[in-house]
């Protein structure tokens, strides 16, 4: 469904928001041992499951509870537009944001597709699509106010009785964006993050990677504080990805991210608590460069590597079929009691 994003109260200010990043609450400690005690039990040698083991363990973790569920998910897709992709970053023109907007709310995307294989409730929100955020190589891409109403888009998206968040993006112009914001926070330059995004040639790639780097002498210094960067080298999309994602994390969701656009906004939470992200998990690793060497930033290893680079929470959606399968054996399979199986001696 495409939705009107809603602003409200919830954030008033970006240091109401950066007080309640660093004032996140961690999982749940006793529903992640009841997870891990019941993995010991089951019919297979210790570990032998691999990450499907942890997985089921993080779900309980975030969920607060044991045994967890993923009979409600949620693939939340913010779409914006850019100032900068006046710049000649893009292979397609700004159009096209709005178009596939449409193309959503009519079935026909790919994220509609994974969203019905894999069951999750996917809701579209295109915010002031007709509006352009400033070029950030020259100026900041949102105003403060701005930026708080894109905050307070997705915190007001994610509502409580989800028990998993998917979160993607659609924006012309938006890896740039992405790769502006993950130099800004992580350091390097241009040529370190940028990448083809849509489909650019070499050339096109060079000009990229020398927008970035005229934003990052332009803005300078204030790049430093993580909620100034988003706000200045950003959009209106990546900073609601940020509000979903804190929203979830203080709704007791955990969440998968997609590509290198939604890690990328994402990671000022991180820069702000080293803990923020710990309720995420990489769904995929993007065939877009910049993405693998974001996840190392952040300490995240990727559940798949499917050389996607299509964004709307594509991969966040293919990852949740992967999350169903590390649930299902732990809730499914037999105990070695219950099936009359010796355990190891």
Not at 158 to 165: S, W
Not at 202 to 211: I, L, N, T
Request: glycine letters at 12%; one cysteine or more; a neutral charge.
């Amino acid at each position: 469904m495409v939705g009107a994003a809603t602003i409200s109260e919830a954030i008033g200010s970006l240091d109401d928001f950066r007080t309640a990043v660093l004032n996140f609450r961690g999982g749940d400690l006793l529903a992640a041992e009841a997870a891990r005690a019941r993995q010991a039990h089951l019919t297979k040698p210790a570990g032998s499951l691999g990450r499907l083991e942890e997985l089921a363990i993080w779900l309980s973790a975030w969920q607060h509870r044991h045994p967890p569920t993923l009979d409600n998910p949620l693939c939340l897709v913010f779409a914006g537009n850019h100032g900068v992709a006046a710049r000649g970053v893009s292979a397609f023109p700004t159009t096209v944001t709005g178009q596939m907007v449409a193309n959503f709310a009519a079935g026909g995307a790919a994220i509609n597709q994974l969203c019905k294989a894999y069951g999750a409730a996917l809701e579209v929100y295109p915010l002031d699509l007709d509006q352009p955020t400033a070029d950030f190589s020259v100026a900041p891409a949102l105003s403060v106010a701005g930026c708080i109403a894109a905050l307070n888009a997705g915190w007001n998206a994610v509502k409580a009785g989800h028990d998993i968040l998917l979160v993607g993006e659609m924006g012309i112009g938006n890896t740039t964006a992405a790769a502006t914001l993950a130099a800004a926070l992580f350091g390097g330059t241009g040529a370190d993050w940028a990448g083809p995004g849509t489909g650019l040639d070499p050339a096109g790639v060079g000009r990229k990677a020398k927008v970035i780097d005229d934003a990052l002498a332009i803005h300078g210094r204030t790049l430093a504080d993580p909620l100034e960067a988003l706000m200045r080298v950003g959009g209106r999309e990546l900073a609601a990805i940020c509000g979903a994602v804190a929203a979830a994390r203080a709704r007791q969701i955990p969440v998968i991210l997609d590509g290198f656009v939604a890690t990328a906004a994402t990671a000022p939470l991180y820069k702000l608590n080293a803990e923020a992200l710990d309720h995420t998990i990489a769904g995929h690793v993007s065939a877009e460069p910049g993405h693998g060497r974001l996840l190392l930033a952040l300490n995240k290893q990727p559940l798949l590597a499917l050389d996607m680079r299509l964004g709307e929470a594509s991969g966040a959606a293919v990852a949740l079929g992967v999350l169903r399968g590390a649930l299902a054996a732990h809730r499914g399979m037999a105990t070695f009691a219950e099936a009359g199986v010796s355990g190891k001696s």
